[in-house]
């Protein structure tokens, strides 16, 4: 028989390992304030149970070892990167596009994160932030959304200026501040610094410069104008990167545009989405390259009759881990026709 009572024995044992060096470094932290696209976020220790909305989100925090805190995610276009399959297939997936808000709340998580405000935000579909902090659960929205964008405005938001990586480097920052894993972002940071560097050396080699480019996410249906890649995106971060022009000038993120002005353009280079989600009959990449191929005014660009047509993975169009991948799919395709 022990002669401690339990609240005893709990007390000893906190003292234990609060006097532990590793338990003391945990706390290094906290408390920690966090300006988050308008609202002021406070942690007093890493959020033990996290619900994500967005794949991206999900990712980072999957590449800083975090895992463990992931109680549910939600909101995924394609499948999740190799590397994380494994860990993947041990967290609950709530809904392949936007969860319920009260099967997120179900989960009783201390932070929920958010890809877009279009899940949570204003006019959130999965719900406001408000909705979640009435009942002490934070929201984090990727700093990307209000950084250089106005996502008030258009179906997917208005950048108000070219999109660099700093806005994913931001979010790392920040998922790395709110868990205090800020050697482990800092080194993530510093790993798609190297990449991005790397690519832009290669991109100086490139003899056949001055090609234009037009990159096709996906459309509510086959004949109606597509969603394709505006001028301050990520995918015109990466043309510019690369000395592309496109030919979309729009400075919403994906506006719809026709297919005759996109033909009058006649860009050397088409630029498709692949995805796993199948919402829309575009989001299926062969559907998109049937439809190049067959229809009237497409069959006639010099993209199509050419064969310049790129796949890429559709989360690298968007601001995540996989931007830097994106890149360098469509410079290793400027390289293969040079």
Known sequence: MSFFNKPFRAALLATAITATGTALAAQDGYPLTLDNCGQVLQFD???????????????????????????????????????????????????????????????????????????????????????????????????SQCLDQDSSKGSDGVRTAMFSLDSL??????????????AKGQALVDELKQREAHAIERAGKLKNSGQSAVVWYSSADMEMDPWVAGASGVPAWMMQTLGVRNVVESNEVWP????????????????????????????????????LRTDPVTREMKAVKNGRIVVMDAHAMEVTLRAIEGLETLLAALESNE
């Open 45 to 143: 220790a890493a959020p033990a149970r996290v619900v994500t909305v967005g794949q991206a989100g999900t990712e980072i925090l999957y590449r800083l070892e975090l895992q463990e805190y992931v109680a549910a995610t939600s909101n995924w276009f394609t499948d999740v990167a190799p590397q994380f399959k494994d860990i993947n297939a041990g967290i609950e997936r709530l809904a392949d596009n936007f969860p319920s808000f009260e099967s997120v709340v179900a989960k009783r998580p201390a932070l929920v994160t958010a890809d877009f405000f279009y899940g949570i935000g204003p006019q959130g579909v999965v719900g406001k932030r408000e909705q979640f902090h009435s009942l002490g659960i934070n929201t984090y929205v990727l700093a």
């Open 256 to 291: 719809s545009v026709g297919w005759e002005s996109i033909a009058k353009a006649d860009p050397d280079v088409i630029v498709l989405a692949e995805m796993s989600r199948r919402r829309f009959e575009a989001d299926d990449v062969e559907a998109k390259i049937e439809f």
């Open 169 to 182: 480097y931001q979010n790392i920052s920040d998922y790395a501040a709110i868990f205090n894993v800020k």
